[in-house]
């Protein structure tokens, strides 16, 4: 322990970072409808365990509660709002006087866990079957029960204890949005832009990949009184995607990379992943796919497990590195913030081209109730952008209303989000940031992709209207408002 530790711990009444870790076993009962895709997919097997894993921090003095963050990265694809709404209400009936607003949820974004989206007022896309299946309202209830218990064992189980934070890099995630000429225009796409996601690199019309890509990893550390580490968080900009298509239960890459990290240091290790501003990124290579492979192969190693590897590399050699440089008495200030962004305008042409893709899915399921399985997430998809049109038409300025938080821990900001959010958005409030280092955190809430304006311009899926409730105009807004409020942390104003 460094001498600025001991030395503040003769002081009476210096303030105290008291933290406390919890984690939740989420796995569902079999079998049960998993997410992430367009068609329903009944998951029969379990490969790894979902879990939530909870931090809670606490700044004190005398005894007394300054301000506190409590964090819970699920093994999920997003989080409802109304699920966020149940748990915090459950916690408060445990804890009176607990601010429940101080409690945020994040996912992973893995594509093999339960489908949480419920009835027709949530954009419901899954025939479930009503028999021999979990039904998504169980699976809710259990899953609010189990996070909230979890948050409530943490908050009774912190103690005083030190926080370091570092970076490194690996190379995770790579840029998903292919760019082709203009030749390679076609007509009768969503777009008659030029990019596509996960578009063939091995062609004349390839021109570039549409995006910077991000291999900063971000970490924090945290050891309890006795120097045993409790706890860490890793921010990788990249959703956990590798196994997405699996009809299984399966906690992608974060899963391997909590495993090996506990057998490093320890089963007591909370593990929080943060998926970080990654809309238009991917672990999956655009090109030298063979090369890949080959490495792959004399490693015996799975992509998987290749990835958890290089993120596993990336926290050892940061962890020795700022180990004895831990601080107890630091800054905690955590603001919650609701941003009214404007929606994406629905152009007519967008609204008569979703209108008539409905129509065509609607007129399948009609004809076959069984195509459904494959088709409605479609039908629904295109649906909601004819309701989005018609709330646009009695209010030109509608808004989408959501909920931020801005953390400063020490010298670093935290920042959350609700979408799928553009590389490009997170870069720039990195760049703008006065902390010395930002955490940027996507997916705290439901999900969502939030293009720029040149993925708009290039069209393609996530980034048509489909894709989208909010444009570059309310990204950019997000970026200014997320940056001024990180400033003002750092300005004591």
């Given at each position: 322990?460094?001498?600025?530790?001991?030395?503040?711990?003769?002081?009476?009444?210096?303030?105290?970072?008291?933290?406390?870790?919890?984690?939740?076993?989420?796995?569902?009962?079999?079998?049960?409808?998993?997410?992430?895709?367009?068609?329903?997919?009944?998951?029969?097997?379990?490969?790894?365990?979902?879990?939530?894993?909870?931090?809670?921090?606490?700044?004190?003095?005398?005894?007394?509660?300054?301000?506190?963050?409590?964090?819970?990265?699920?093994?999920?694809?997003?989080?409802?709002?109304?699920?966020?709404?149940?748990?915090?209400?459950?916690?408060?009936?445990?804890?009176?006087?607990?601010?429940?607003?101080?409690?945020?949820?994040?996912?992973?974004?893995?594509?093999?866990?339960?489908?949480?989206?419920?009835?027709?007022?949530?954009?419901?896309?899954?025939?479930?079957?009503?028999?021999?299946?979990?039904?998504?309202?169980?699976?809710?209830?259990?899953?609010?029960?189990?996070?909230?218990?979890?948050?409530?064992?943490?908050?009774?189980?912190?103690?005083?204890?030190?926080?370091?934070?570092?970076?490194?890099?690996?190379?995770?995630?790579?840029?998903?949005?292919?760019?082709?000429?203009?030749?390679?225009?076609?007509?009768?796409?969503?777009?008659?832009?030029?990019?596509?996601?996960?578009?063939?690199?091995?062609?004349?019309?390839?021109?570039?990949?549409?995006?910077?890509?991000?291999?900063?990893?971000?970490?924090?550390?945290?050891?309890?009184?006795?120097?045993?580490?409790?706890?860490?968080?890793?921010?990788?900009?990249?959703?956990?995607?590798?196994?997405?298509?699996?009809?299984?239960?399966?906690?992608?890459?974060?899963?391997?990379?909590?495993?090996?990290?506990?057998?490093?240091?320890?089963?007591?290790?909370?593990?929080?992943?943060?998926?970080?501003?990654?809309?238009?990124?991917?672990?999956?290579?655009?090109?030298?796919?063979?090369?890949?492979?080959?490495?792959?192969?004399?490693?015996?190693?799975?992509?998987?497990?290749?990835?958890?590897?290089?993120?596993?590399?990336?926290?050892?050699?940061?962890?020795?590195?700022?180990?004895?440089?831990?601080?107890?008495?630091?800054?905690?200030?955590?603001?919650?913030?609701?941003?009214?962004?404007?929606?994406?305008?629905?152009?007519?042409?967008?609204?008569?081209?979703?209108?008539?893709?409905?129509?065509?899915?609607?007129?399948?399921?009609?004809?076959?109730?069984?195509?459904?399985?494959?088709?409605?997430?479609?039908?629904?998809?295109?649906?909601?952008?004819?309701?989005?049109?018609?709330?646009?038409?009695?209010?030109?300025?509608?808004k989408l209303e959501t909920e931020v938080h801005i953390l400063r821990i020490g010298d670093i900001a935290i920042c959350t989000n609700q979408f799928e959010l553009f590389t490009d958005y997170g870069l720039r409030i990195q760049a703008r940031s006065a902390a010395l280092q930002t955490f940027v955190i996507q997916l705290a809430g439901p999900g969502t992709y939030l293009p720029t304006k040149k993925a708009v311009n290039g069209g393609g899926y996530s980034a048509i209207i489909q894709s989208s409730p909010v444009g570059p105009i309310g990204g950019q807004i997000l970026v200014d408002s997320t940056v001024s409020i990180i400033n003002q942390l750092f300005s004591g104003k």
């Amino acid at each position: 322990m460094s001498i600025f530790i001991l030395t503040l711990s003769t002081h009476l009444h210096a303030k105290e970072l008291n933290i406390g870790t919890a984690t939740a076993d989420i796995t569902p009962a079999l079998p049960v409808a998993v997410c992430g895709q367009f068609n329903l997919r009944i998951a029969e097997t379990i490969e790894t365990p979902l879990t939530a894993n909870v931090l809670v921090l606490e700044s004190s003095e005398s005894n007394k509660t300054l301000d506190l963050a409590i964090m819970v990265s699920c093994d999920l694809v997003g989080i409802p709002n109304e699920l966020v709404k149940k748990i915090r209400a459950e916690v408060q009936k445990q804890i009176p006087g607990l601010d429940g607003e101080k409690i945020f949820l994040n996912a992973t974004h893995t594509h093999t866990a339960p489908v949480l989206e419920n009835g027709p007022e949530s954009n419901f896309r899954y025939p479930i079957p009503k028999e021999g299946v979990l039904q998504v309202e169980e699976y809710q209830n259990f899953f609010v029960q189990r996070v909230a218990d979890a948050i409530i064992k943490a908050w009774e189980n912190r103690s005083s204890g030190s926080v370091s934070w570092g970076l490194s890099h690996a190379a995770i995630a790579y840029n998903r949005r292919v760019v082709y000429s203009e030749k390679a225009k076609k007509p009768g796409q969503f777009s008659n832009g030029t990019a596509q996601m996960y578009g063939n690199t091995n062609t004349p019309d390839f021109m570039n990949l549409e995006g910077i890509e991000d291999h900063d990893v971000n970490m924090l550390f945290f050891w309890d009184s006795t120097d045993k580490l409790v706890a860490m968080t890793i921010n990788v900009p990249c959703p956990s995607q590798e196994v997405e298509h699996r009809l299984a239960v399966n906690a992608d890459f974060w899963h391997p990379v909590r495993e090996s990290l506990k057998q490093r240091f320890g089963p007591q290790l909370c593990v929080l992943g943060w998926t970080g501003a990654s809309g238009d990124q991917s672990p999956r290579p655009m090109y030298r796919k063979a090369a890949e492979e080959r490495m792959l192969k004399l490693r015996n190693l799975s992509r998987m497990e290749e990835i958890a590897r290089r993120i596993v590399l990336a926290v050892e050699e940061t962890y020795e590195t700022v180990k004895k440089d831990r601080y107890t008495d630091v800054e905690l200030a955590h603001k919650v913030e609701i941003l009214p962004l404007p929606m994406r305008k629905v152009t007519e042409k967008e609204y008569l081209f979703s209108k008539s893709e409905r129509d065509k899915y609607k007129a399948q399921i009609d004809a076959n109730p069984e195509a459904a399985k494959q088709v409605l997430t479609s039908m629904t998809w295109n649906a909601d952008v004819l309701k989005r049109y018609e709330i646009q038409q009695k209010n030109p300025d509608a808004k989408l209303e959501t909920e931020v938080h801005i953390l400063r821990i020490g010298d670093i900001a935290i920042c959350t989000n609700q979408f799928e959010l553009f590389t490009d958005y997170g870069l720039r409030i990195q760049a703008r940031s006065a902390a010395l280092q930002t955490f940027v955190i996507q997916l705290a809430g439901p999900g969502t992709y939030l293009p720029t304006k040149k993925a708009v311009n290039g069209g393609g899926y996530s980034a048509i209207i489909q894709s989208s409730p909010v444009g570059p105009i309310g990204g950019q807004i997000l970026v200014d408002s997320t940056v001024s409020i990180i400033n003002q942390l750092f300005s004591g104003k």
